[in-house]
Nanobody
């Protein structure tokens, strides 16, 4: 059974950067679309960014474009989220997710993903 493990969260000052990582135990991520979602305090889960199984197609939420960058390294079985110019409103639990099937599309819809990590807390102090 695939398990996704996020890391890299923590406390950072506004304007700083963090890089989140998500890797797996038990299976390969090769060919699967991967995504990051987040849940701010007392809010619903929201889409952050996704990358297709071919590593070419990416999509980032419009409000985060230019600050957040998703990438993957299939040799390391890892997906990354580089977060720059962090703001207090970026404070959230960040989750990585793996798509149900292998293809090249980068999906923004949560229902496309059937495996989720436990999440990593990101706190941005103002």
């Amino acid at each position: 059974q695939v398990q996704l493990i996020e890391s890299g969260g923590g406390l950072v000052q506004a304007g700083g950067s963090l890089r989140l990582s998500c890797t797996t135990s038990g299976s390969s991520l090769h060919g699967y679309a991967l995504a990051w979602f987040r849940r701010p305090p007392d809010q619903e889960r929201e889409f952050v960014a996704a990358i297709g199984g071919n590593g070419i197609s990416t999509v980032t939420d419009n409000s985060l474009r230019g600050r957040f960058i998703i990438s993957r390294d299939d040799a390391k079985n890892t997906v990354y989220l580089q977060m720059n110019s962090l703001k207090a409103e970026d404070t959230a639990i960040f989750y990585c997710a793996k798509a149900e099937s292998r293809d090249g599309f980068a999906y923004s819809q949560a229902f496309r993903y059937d495996t989720w990590g436990q999440g990593t807390q990101v706190t941005v102090s103002s």
